[in-house]
């Protein structure tokens, strides 16, 4: 009965697909999801609280906090007439990006591989994917792009700049002749904006359909949620109209607000975890495993026929990293994300243990 039900009721697309899978990772050494490993320190810590102990819980949060907005404008550095909304981290604006074209079934494109989100959102809601394959060195074929958008005319092309799960920086001039040519909104994603230390904001409103993604999580704060969507100011009225009221909590707005005044802290775990990036590119390169330069916090790197045995030992030695089991094109690579010095030094000697 009840799966009658749900065959009657539910769209297909939804019955068809998969949950977002998140491993389990209760005491390992979590280097799976390109956080920031190292939290605030104490003082900072105790100044954060502080900041929170009047919150008003009992009220709903500002549906538009205008002086959050403001100080994540000048934080990102936007030009004059160009707007931001809020989401509940950058996911939540990508399923209303997804959502606010869904009536023109026109197809999602993005680049193979790329971040997820992209290609699940649009599946479930139904809508055609297009994802072009990045190159053997996972670089972006600009051809290859170009005749996709010319063929397929996708609604939305969302490029993620740096690559995830690659770190790949592909070429400005590339971005910019996609931008030009798509027949519809391009949305550059800068999720690791800290870690590339580059940036399309300037460009903004230059072009009438290019948009940016920004989100706070992989410079540290990836438990408050909050992903900023940047864009012309009429763009971001019409999609504003599919957020909830009550989207960014009170707890987030406060501490966002506070941390925008901090930022130097995480700057120089950042410019830390940079630097450590590139000891572990060239300790992998060392142990004979190709990897690729990164842009990002995270390096993926080429096991061929090791993959599930290295994350499997891994992970029984207690560090956490991420595999693409099942992936038409991943299923030989495996990602890890940027640790602390000695959380990277203990993946390296497991690994080298395991080669
Ligand atoms: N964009 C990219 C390219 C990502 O890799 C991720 C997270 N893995 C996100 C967006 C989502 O970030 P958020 O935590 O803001 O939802």
Request: hydrophobic share 45%; glycine share 6%.
């Amino acid at each position: 009965m009840s799966s009658s039900l749900m065959a009657a009721l539910l769209r297909p697309e939804l019955l068809a697909s998969k949950a977002y899978a998140v491993a389990p990772s209760t005491g390992l050494i979590k280097l799976d999801a390109m956080e920031n490993p190292y939290g605030l320190p104490d003082l900072l810590r105790q100044a954060w609280l502080e900041s929170l102990t009047d919150a008003p819980l009992n009220r709903y949060p500002d549906p538009r906090p205008e002086s959050l907005i403001t100080a994540l404008k000048t934080h990102i550095g936007l030009p004059a007439g160009i707007e931001l909304m809020l989401g509940n981290g950058s996911d939540e604006l990508i399923q209303i990006l997804v959502t606010a074209v869904a009536g023109a079934r026109r197809p999602i494109m993005a680049l193979d591989p790329s971040f997820v989100m992209y290609r699940l959102l649009a599946q479930q809601l139904g809508l055609p994917f297009v994802g072009v394959p990045l190159d053997a060195e996972f670089q972006l074929d600009l051809p290859a792009m170009l005749r996709a958008m010319s063929e397929d005319q996708p609604a939305i092309v969302f490029l993620d700049w740096p690559n995830n799960p690659s770190g790949s920086l592909f070429p400005e001039a590339a971005l910019e002749a996609i931008i030009q040519a798509a027949p519809g909104l391009v949305v550059v994603d800068e999720a690791y904006h800290a870690f590339s230390q580059t940036t399309f904001a300037g460009r903004l409103g230059q072009h009438p359909n290019l948009l940016l993604l920004r989100t706070l999580s992989k410079e540290g704060l990836a438990g408050l949620r909050l992903g900023m969507l940047a864009g012309p100011t009429a763009w971001i009225q019409e999609l504003d109209k599919l957020r909830l009221p009550y989207n960014i909590n009170v707890l987030t707005q406060r501490s966002a607000a506070f941390f925008l005044q901090h930022s130097q802290v995480l700057d120089n775990q950042a410019e830390i975890l940079r630097a450590e990036r590139e000891r572990l590119f060239q300790a992998i390169t060392t142990l004979h495993l190709k990897t690729w330069p990164s842009a990002a916090n995270f390096l993926l790197f080429h096991a061929p026929g090791k993959a599930p045995a290295i994350y499997e030992g891994l992970k029984n030695a207690g560090v956490l990293i991420k595999a693409f089991t099942g992936h038409p094109r991943l299923g030989d690579y495996l990602r890890v994300s940027v640790g602390k010095p000695a959380e990277n030094d203990r993946f390296l000697s497991v690994l080298e243990s395991l080669l």
